[in-house]
């Protein structure tokens, strides 16, 4: 079988309740406090699709003790403070604490993982009503002062709990082993029959496609809760299962699309720059320093290099190394920021599938049932508003994992998403639109996907079509995303710089769009800038200008386009970057790290290059040796040396010397 239960708990965040302690005498009425925890569990609702009964008992069991304390409480008596008794109480005070957690923990959930656990969360409400029923055998009847109907409804609990059995319901084990049976269907690649699957997730409460994107949910974030590398892979399982069952049976929602894009565009928002991996442009989970300082998440990066790229990716420089270092204090401000937003938080490694996880068998069939199914109707000609809700479908699984990419591409869906790009789509149904561009966005961050991209007809037409003409701001920026991530290969990124087109499209988005947008447009032009032939094109269209107006808003991206388009663009490119000298000045001062140092590289090549022209304009802004003085004192390695040259060509000027330095070395 796919999935096989062990004894794990449902939440490992939540505090132990072995290491509970009970409120002392000192701190408040003890009996008060049995009496409030009672009631509390008595308020609970039973479990509604798995472990009603078990759950029920429990709650009747609370009930008839909060009676007895109540009754305690309104007769007090001298010999309760007598240790004998105060241990007692105290004893049951954990007792009944555990049941309250679990019932907690059963009720928030995931309803598969509860189901896959039946046995064992039935074995923990038996062994803690044995433990009730322990402590009602020692009771102190005779120290503690009771009515006659008291205590003949103490001895009923009592006899209630040392009669009580283990109890799975029947249905509960059906279902249980229903799910089992499809998984290990699904693991043969074999099609689940689809009226037990809506049996199953119909009786477990899953009713609508809500419902189950809840469930798939719940699911991920209880990966995060579990310890053991089994039990993880379990339950990407169940979330293949789900995701699957959602597909066939529910469809599409596009009440729900509407919801989940608001959702994710105020995420969009909010999510702060430094968090943003920029290369995926998505939040870091594992963020990495390389050779050049610049920090990116571990998975993107490491694909980067694995693809044969020396460079990196943000600044173009050559990168001496590829060694990675953790940036453990980004990444605590990114889990800090994730907990404040309760956003689930995990570590994406190198070897993993999804989540941190790696995906079983089960999972990946599953997920090739669901695209199929997916491709599948899109190509039978739905109305546009169920193509629409396919298409989103494919958008949120091309999001997951390396698997769903590779599934969707072979499964033939890029040449069924180019119909969706073109601009008279976009004007009737931008949705639409967005959905389709975005999915070509996901899954062309498979390496291998970027060929079949490339290679279908009117693919890459489109892309440049939603980039130029775009319904929306999302949909062109994430056209200029995909534009990034196909240039990530090297033959690729010339066939796209002698496109008049990206070119136009991208700068013209640079100036136009919202911030986001700038920024997806930007780190694409600075890939492309990587070849020496397109920088030409680039300072032609009007590069260096673009980046004049945006340098304020987007100081680090804006810098190291300068940079990269100074070193390989020639004169053409060191006369148009002459109105960029005061604001490079402006950065020296007041940037960050890693925009001082680009700064002050592209000053260097500028004034070596330029004439005295040049130095002249830059001797001019007030203080500038003191703002290159503090770059050699704080700026990083690099950003040191470059101002050290900036400063010797600077004094150069003044002694009347030859200003071509290109052949002093940096020191």
């Known amino acids: 079988m796919a999935v096989s239960p062990q004894v794990f708990p449902l939440r490992k965040r939540r505090p132990s309740a072995g290491s509970f302690m009970p409120p002392k005498l000192a701190d408040m009425n003890l009996v008060q406090s049995l009496l409030s925890l009672s009631q509390e569990i008595s308020s609970l609702k039973p479990l509604q699709c798995l472990l009603k009964r078990n759950s029920l008992s429990v709650i009747n069991k609370s009930k008839l003790l909060s009676i007895l304390f109540e009754e305690l409480l309104r007769n007090p008596v001298s010999s309760f403070s007598s240790p004998s008794t105060i241990l007692c109480f105290e004893e049951m005070y954990i007792v009944l604490h555990k049941v309250k957690t679990l019932m907690e923990d059963c009720s928030n959930g995931t309803k598969m993982w509860l189901l896959m656990q039946i046995q064992v969360l039935a074995n923990s409400f038996h062994e803690l009503t044995l433990e009730l029923s322990t402590l009602l055998d020692i009771f102190p009847f005779k120290e503690v002062e009771l009515s006659q109907d008291i205590e003949e409804l103490v001895v009923l609990v009592r006899k209630q709990c040392s009669q009580s059995k283990p109890l799975v319901d029947p249905r509960d084990e059906f279902l249980r082993r229903e799910v089992l049976a499809m998984l290990d269907r699904i693991e043969k690649e074999i099609v689940p029959d689809h009226l037990k699957i809506k049996k199953v997730v119909v009786d477990l409460g899953l009713r609508d496609n809500s419902s189950c994107r809840e469930e798939i949910e719940a699911l991920q974030e209880e990966i995060q809760n579990q310890n053991d590398e089994r039990s993880k892979s379990d339950i990407v399982s169940l979330i293949g299962l789900v995701r699957y069952a959602n597909c066939v049976l529910f469809g599409s929602s596009t009440t729900r699309q509407s919801v989940h894009r608001r959702r994710k565009s105020m995420s969009d928002l909010t999510i702060p720059a430094d968090f943003r991996c920029p290369i995926s442009l998505e939040l870091m989970r594992d963020p990495v320093i390389v050779a050049t ?23 173009g420089q050559t990168l001496t190394h590829n060694n990675l270092i953790p940036n453990r204090a980004l990444r605590n401000l990114i889990a800090l920021w994730c907990r404040e937003q309760g956003i689930p938080f995990e570590t994406v490694g190198s070897n993993v599938k999804f989540n941190g996880v790696k995906a079983t068998k089960a999972a990946f069939e599953a997920t090739k049932m669901t695209v199929s199914f997916l491709v599948n109707k899109l190509s039978g000609s739905p109305s546009m508003e169920a193509t629409t809700g396919v298409v989103y479908e494919l958008r949120a699984l091309s999001k997951t994992d390396s698997d769903s990419r590779a599934c969707i591409a072979e499964a033939g869906a890029i040449p069924i998403l180019v119909r969706y790009l073109g601009s008279g789509v976009g004007s009737q149904h931008p949705n639409l639109q967005v959905n389709a561009v975005t999915t070509i966005l996901n899954i062309s961050l498979l390496e291998v996907n970027k060929t079949r991209i490339m290679e279908t007809d009117g693919a890459l037409n489109g892309v440049i079509e939603v980039l130029r003409s775009g319904a929306t701001w999302e949909a062109k920026g994430n056209a200029a995303a995909t534009i990034f991530s196909l240039s990530g290969v090297h033959a690729y990124r010339k066939s796209l710089g002698r496109k008049k087109r990206v070119i136009k499209g991208l700068i013209d988005l640079v100036k136009d769009g919202p911030t ?62 002459f109105n960029a000298i005061r604001k490079l000045g402006a950065i020296l001062r007041e940037g960050s790290n890693n925009a001082r140092e680009s700064a002050a590289a592209t000053l260097v090549m500028i004034c070596r290059k330029g004439g005295s022209e040049v130095v002249v304009e830059l001797a001019k802004i007030p203080g500038i040796e003191r703002v290159i003085w503090g770059v050699m004192g704080s700026g990083t390695m690099r950003g040191r040396r470059k101002a050290g040259s900036l400063l010797r060509i600077l004094r150069r000027w003044a002694a009347g010397l030859d200003l071509d330095t290109s052949n002093v070395v940096d020191s």
């Open 293 to 315: 300082g610049q920090t990116y998440d571990r998975e993107s990066i490491n694909h980067w290099i694995e693809s044969g790229h020396s460079t990196c990716p943000k600044t």
């Open 516 to 577: 986001n947008s700038q920024r997806d447009a930007l780190v694409a032009i600075l890939n492309l800038a990587g070849d020496r032939e397109t920088v030409g094109r680039l300072v032609e269209g009007g590069v260096i200008e673009m980046v004049s107006g945006v340098i304020d808003e987007l100081p680090e991206e804006a810098v190291a386009l300068l940079e990269a388009t100074v070193r390989r663009g020639g004169l053409a490119a060191i006369a148009a970057a």
